[in-house]
């Protein structure tokens, strides 16, 4: 179904602020391994008009604007290899958006788990836009006809939500026009958890700091937090089998293997027998040799916003190089006349 469109990876995230280690993790250094990859064209975007559907003070939105374009950056993305754009810089995705609105049905968007757990029991004074989320997602999807959506676990329904706006689509104008999008979901090893409470994904809403390990902490911060995480006095089992009932102990050998490019297996064998306190001495060691310089960067580059703005400009002139043929023809199929 997908064959005749190029292989192209599409993701986006919210400019919500605070970008932490489960941030790289789990999204930034998978979206930086898929652009190197060099078998996909690559888009990457901030979702600032996602970010509107609950209130965002105007000064704090275009402050994590441009630190998230500078996270990632700082991360790996190459501006040249890659399409970094701000959702609302290319206007396109908001009216592809409307289509949808008038292709999804109000049953289809009403069962999306997200509204229910964020819309919570006052739905009545949700924002409007916060219902139409998944349909302005499916846009920045198909706007660009991409093939490959890597995601986290928890945005699995909005994709297959975007699945079937596109066989919508396509089926009530009888067109072969948007492809039938494959999700690419998050493992298991790249899920960052709390560093106090396994149970729990390290998340920027945790009142303690000490939970999470922040893309601006410096060395030091870092070091203190890992050393300070949660484990137990047991030392490290020979084999993986050992740290099932042990979410604390085997986070820490999960973010050691993401952050070093192993794998947890091999984290385990290389480590068999350790006690913890010295493995986190070693594992604050890597972790300081990843993220320091990531926030360095990020640091350089949030003092030039002239130079993110020149980066965003340029990335929407190149996404829109893409998405203003595929709207023109969306709304030549739809029978807008004009074109
Ligand atoms: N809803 C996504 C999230 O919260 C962000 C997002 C918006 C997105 N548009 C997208 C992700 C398109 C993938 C593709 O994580």
New binding site residues.
Partial sequence: MTAKFTPRV?????PSGDLHLGNYLGAMKRWVDMQNAGTHETVY?M?DL?AITVWQDPAALARSTRELCAGFIAAGIDPEKSILINQSQVPEHAQLAWIFNCVARMGWMGRMTQWKDKAGKNAEAASLGLFAYPAL?AA??LIYHATH?P??ED?KQ?LELTRDIAAKFNHDYGVDFFPITEPVIEGAATRVMNLRDGTKKMSKSDPSDMTRINMTDDADTIARKIRKAKTDPDPLPDNLGGLDARPEARNLVNIWAALAETTPEAVVEANAGKLFGYFKQDLAEIAVEKLAPIADEMARLMQDEGEIDRILARGADRARALSAPVLEETYRIVGMVGR
């Fill in positions: 599409f993701s986006g995230m919210q975007c979702v996602h997602m920045d999807i959506v995601v986290g945005q909005h």
